[in-house]
Nanobody, 123 residues
Framework: QVQLTESGGGLVQAGGSLRLSCTIS????????MAWFRQAPGKEREFVAG????????KYTDSVKGRFTISRDNAKNTVYLQMNSLKPEDMAIYFC????????????????WGQGTQVTVSS
């Protein structure tokens, strides 16, 4: 059974940066896709960024392109989300998710989820 554990959330001023981490217990197969989603109060969970575990073509939602970067450390079984130039509209609970297969942007496609980490951006 795969477990995902996020960390790195917190309070930051607008324009600041945070780095989220998602550590995967169990084996991260090469056919795995990893993604970050976020959910703000009263809104649906939305795709933020994702990548194949063995791929080099990350995908981002338009609102974070140029500001967020997803990356991985194979040796540590960890996926990161570097978030720069944070805006108040980025404030949400951020979730790490995993699926076996192609990278997709639909939350229902993912079968393993972390507990979430809160990101708060003050204006």
């Amino acid at each position: 059974q795969v477990q995902l554990t996020e960390s790195g959330g917190g309070l930051v001023q607008a324009g600041g940066s945070l780095r989220l981490s998602c550590t995967i217990s169990g084996r991260a197969f090469s056919s795995t896709a990893m993604a970050w989603f976020r959910q703000a109060p009263g809104k649906e969970r939305e795709f933020v960024a994702g990548m194949r575990w063995n791929g080099n073509n990350p995908k981002y939602t338009d609102s974070v392109k140029g500001r967020f970067t997803i990356s991985r450390d194979n040796a540590k079984n960890t996926v990161y989300l570097q978030m720069n130039s944070l805006k108040p509209e980025d404030m949400a609970i951020y979730f790490c998710a995993r699926r076996v297969g192609a990278l997709t942007t639909g939350a229902s496609d993912y079968d393993s989820w972390g507990q979430g980490t809160q990101v708060t951006v003050s204006s």
